[in-house]
């Protein structure tokens, strides 16, 4: 079964349902309340003619009734016209008027209330005639005693046709089928009209949904905050945005990858094209003797770039899969500062560059040795690779437990794109340096940016274009981190 019709039984089956209950109670609050005026009113008819009717006199120490009879017989008259009836009785089983009247069925258990002071309402039956009638009418009759000196002298029967009764029931019985059809009738078209409104609401996040599923990520759904389903298309539309955003960087990642393979296989051909030309030649004994130690010294040249590719490349799968694991311990980080510096003079006065130094004596750091020897290599070497005849400045200091380390070039510097962009995996400031001597594969950079989230450490980059770059590295101490990881 469709939604839609799911829907309207639902709204259907709760207005039907509530109609159905107002109905029901509406008619027993009416027919309760019929009856408790019709009984309140003939109370009033037995008190007029108690006052009326009837006068009790004491003679001879006896207590006797004298009867109005000219009053009786009024009041029997008129209230006959409104199918009213009264008896009265003096014992349970003596009516001292009307003297034809039929005798009642008064209970002990009535008479016993009676006796108490409490007045019967009995409902409506069928054992009561009227003068004028052969045939037993309903009615619906109260009684009601009265006392004089504590002991009860008398007990007025006055009893109504419930005809009169019953034709208002009936009257309002059909009222309330009437208005029961109309509210079927209305409950059917608002049901409708419900069911059809929240179901254009979902159809409109499952035509949505089917252009997200087509690749269509440009969808907007507007949510006015009022209910769940509002609430579901805001989410939704949070999921296409994410969905939009993510295929971007899918499709950015791709364009790198692309890029990097090309680079990749730019970087190995050279090496690889280099090596075997002096393999060969060293097999046909091409090359002169004096020249064999120079190119077997090329070839270890091209050899260690291949490796340092291929290592790259494997450090940060590791990193970024997690499957590297950091031993950390406190070191002088001067001592490790000073042998990179003397790994790299001779790239540094290649590219005619001069590295500075601005370190004290000593100054311990709560690192992985190794992980912080790649850290600041690559970081100087990558200031090497892109300065030419500048400066490379390297300083060390101690900050609030922790250790701040500063490697600045006078390079050429990136814009504020390509800073957003250094630490993505592949990405190279400047693409066009695609054959260096140091096997620049764009992930350098992305590997020290992982190694420092491992040590729970920041770094910071500033650069402004053919101005220099900036790295600033900050080691906690070893509490510190501690508090970090927990």
């Known amino acids: 079964m469709k939604l839609l019709y799911q829907q309207m039984l639902a709204f259907f089956a709760v207005i039907i349902t509530l109609v159905l209950v107002f109905g029901a109670l509406f008619l027993n609050f009416t027919s309760d309340m019929v009856y408790k005026n019709t009984w309140t009113q003939l109370e009033g008819y037995s008190d007029s003619l108690m006052s009326e009717s009837m006068v009790l006199k004491t003679a001879d120490s006896k207590t006797e009734f004298n009867l109005n009879l000219n009053n009786l017989r009024n009041a029997e008259s008129i209230l006959k016209t409104q199918n009213v009836r009264f008896t009265i009785y003096t014992k349970k089983s003596k009516i001292i008027y009307p003297y034809n009247a039929v005798q009642d069925n008064i209970t002990k258990e009535q008479w016993a209330q009676l006796e108490k002071g409490e007045v019967v309402h009995r409902t409506p039956h069928a054992n009561r005639q009227l003068k004028t009638d052969m045939k037993a009418i309903s009615m619906t009759d109260i009684l009601k005693p009265y ?117 990749a296989a730019h970087e190995m051909r050279t090496p690889l094209t280099t090596i075997n030309g002096l393999l060969e030649g060293l097999a046909y004994d091409a090359i002169p003797e004096e020249s064999k130690g120079k190119s077997i010294e090329l070839m270890r040249s091209e050899t260690k770039r291949l490796i340092r590719l291929v290592n790259e490349n494997l450090d940060y799968e590791k990193i970024r899969t997690n499957q590297i694991t950091l031993t950390p311990s406190t070191f002088d980080s001067v001592v490790v500062i000073n042998n990179i510096v003397e790994q790299l003079t001779k790239k540094s006065v290649e590219a005619n560059d001069q590295i500075e130094l601005s370190v004290p004596k000593s100054l311990m750091v709560f690192a992985d040795y190794d992980r912080f020897v790649q850290v600041i290599f690559n970081i100087t070497q990558n200031a090497i690779q892109f300065t030419e005849s500048g400066t490379i400045h390297i300083s060390a200091e101690r900050g609030y437990h922790e250790s701040i380390f500063r490697i600045t070039d006078s390079g050429i510097g990136m814009t504020e794109d390509q800073l957003k962009n250094i630490w993505e995996r592949y990405y190279k400031a400047d693409p066009s340096r695609k054959n260096t001597k140091y096997g620049e594969s764009g992930l350098g950079l992305s590997i020290v940016h992982q190694l420092m989230q491992l040590h729970n450490g920041k770094v910071e980059v500033t650069s402004s274009e053919g101005k220099g770059t900036t790295f600033m590295l900050t080691f906690p101490d070893q509490d510190e981190s501690l508090l970090i990881n927990n």
Do not use: P, W
């Open 147 to 263: 006392f004089y000196n504590g002991k009860l002298y008398a007990v007025i029967s006055v009893g109504a046709s419930v005809s009169n009764i019953q034709a208002n029931m009936n009257q309002m019985t059909r009222n309330l089928v009437i208005a029961f059809i109309v509210s079927v009738i209305a409950g059917i078209i608002l049901s409708y009209l419900l069911a059809r409104y929240s179901v254009s609401r979902i159809n409109r996040l499952r035509r949505a949904t089917r252009m997200v599923a087509d690749g269509n990520f440009d969808v907007h759904i507007e949510s006015r905050h009022r209910d769940e389903i509002d609430d579901l298309a805001q989410d939704f539309d949070g999921m296409v945005s994410s969905l939009k955003e993510s295929e971007k960087e899918i499709k950015r990642q791709e364009d790198r990858r692309r890029q990097f393979m090309a680079d």
